[in-house]
């Protein structure tokens, strides 16, 4: 498990530095503020939401471990019900938050954490 929070807290730190570079475009480029804030709020949720799934793996594994009885699930009402708060305050806002791109960075952490394995397996493998 501790292998699982490390990946965790990098795909943490690439978040934050990804969060910076979006918010330093949203700063700078005036015209494109609807978009970076999209990929902003796009990407905490998707953050938030892999920070919830692994939260609920970490009590899962920890049940099995100790095999005791363990009703339950791993929450994606929770993580969906996240997911659609955020595009309806896309909606809501469309002048100030580009749906198009809260919906693209939906899928930064899953992404962060499939490329951020690749190179990991591959740096074990040197």
């Known amino acids: 498990m501790d ?3 490390a990946h965790l807290k990098t795909v943490q730190n690439v978040f934050l530095f990804f969060l910076s570079f979006c918010l330093v475009a949203w700063a700078l480029l005036v015209d494109y503020r609807p978009y970076s804030a999209g990929l902003m ?3 905490i949720v998707s953050m938030i939401n892999a920070r ?3 939260w609920k793996v ?3 594994a920890d049940a099995v471990i100790e095999k005791t009885p363990r009703k339950g699930s791993l929450g994606f009402l929770t993580r969906a019900a996240i997911a659609a708060l955020a595009a309806i305050v896309a909606v809501r806002y469309p002048q100030h938050i580009a749906l198009s791109t809260t919906i693209a960075g939906y899928f930064f952490a899953q992404l962060a954490t499939i490329v951020l394995g690749i190179l ?4 074990s493998k040197k």
Not at 120 to 123: A, D, E, H
């Open 3 to 5: 292998d699982f929070s």
């Open 41 to 43: 709020l796009g990407s």
């Open 52 to 54: 919830f799934l692994a």
């Open 58 to 60: 970490t009590r899962f």
């Open 120 to 123: 990991s397996i591959r740096k």
